[in-house]
T-cell receptor, first 110, second 115 residues
Framework: DAKTTQPPSMDCAEGRAANLPCNHS???????VYWYRQIHSQGPQYIIH???NNETNEMASLIITEDRKSSTLILPHATLRDTAVYYC???????????FGTGTRLKVLA | NAGVTQTPKFQVLKTGQSMTLQCAQD?????MYWYRQDPGMGLRLIYY???????DKGEVPNGYNVSRLNKREFSLRLESAAPSQTSVYFC??????????????FGPGTRLTVL
């Protein structure tokens, strides 16, 4: 399983883009990159996932480098409600395995 | 849809007591999971059930047992609680175990303290 490295914390001004990096240099070819977030102590919430191509949905964009060794989650216009812990999780298609690291604690500032 | 529900929300046990955490989902999902989260840590998988009638160990199964009662319900049992099991327990479900996308839906958690 790929190991991930994320900064422990980040701040972002409200209304600005939040760019959350994740290093997953040992990711294998069949591992997707999933992003989840956990607001306060609620259950984690799915944000987005991708394999090779960049992805966008109504919540965020995911940029994956060509060598797939790192990715960046982009929240285009952060709001106070985006304050949460964000987890980057490589996961092999067809398995149950999610290895949650300690994530990045994002604080959106008014 | 209620999604994934867990009971109880809070529980305090004494060392050696037993209890069962209940989880139910109304999304007709095949797969269900139990995680624990210790303070300042990420979630760790205890057990999972790929489909009704099957269960498998995750990363930290010791001290726990599970039952997949039916497609909707997946319970976690602590036979003899220990202080090291003080944690927040999350149940989750997903549409299917295999395949391209395995988005997991999480419940609100059960906060367990073992004295």
């Amino acid at each position: 399983d790929a190991k991930t490295t994320q900064p422990p914390s980040m701040d972002c001004a409200e209304g600005r883009a939040a760019n959350l990096p994740c290093n997953h240099s040992t990711i294998s070819g069949n591992e997707y990159v999933y992003w989840y977030r956990q607001i306060h102590s609620q259950g984690p919430q799915y944000i987005i996932h991708g394999l090779k191509n960049n992805e966008t949905n109504e919540m965020a964009s995911l940029i994956i480098t060509e060598d797939r060794k790192s990715s960046t989650l982009i929240l285009p216009h952060a709001t106070l409600r985006d304050t949460a812990v964000y987890y980057c999780i490589p996961s092999t298609s067809g398995t149950y395995k999610y290895i949650f690291g300690t994530g990045t604690r994002l604080k959106v500032l008014a | 849809n209620a999604g994934v529900t867990q009971t109880p929300k809070f529980q305090v046990l004494k060392t050696g007591q037993s209890m069962t955490l209940q989880c139910a989902q109304d999304m007709n999902h095949n797969s269900m999971y139990w995680y624990r989260q210790d303070p300042g840590m990420g979630l760790r998988l205890i057990y999972y059930s790929a489909s009704e009638g099957t269960t498998d160990k995750g990363e930290v199964p010791n001290g726990y047992n599970v039952s997949r009662l039916n497609k909707r319900e997946f319970s976690l049992r602590l036979e003899s609680a220990a202080p090291s099991q003080t944690s927040v327990y999350f149940c989750a479900s997903s549409e299917r175990l295999a395949g391209d996308h395995n988005e997991q839906f999480f419940g609100p958690g059960t906060r367990l303290t073992v004295l």
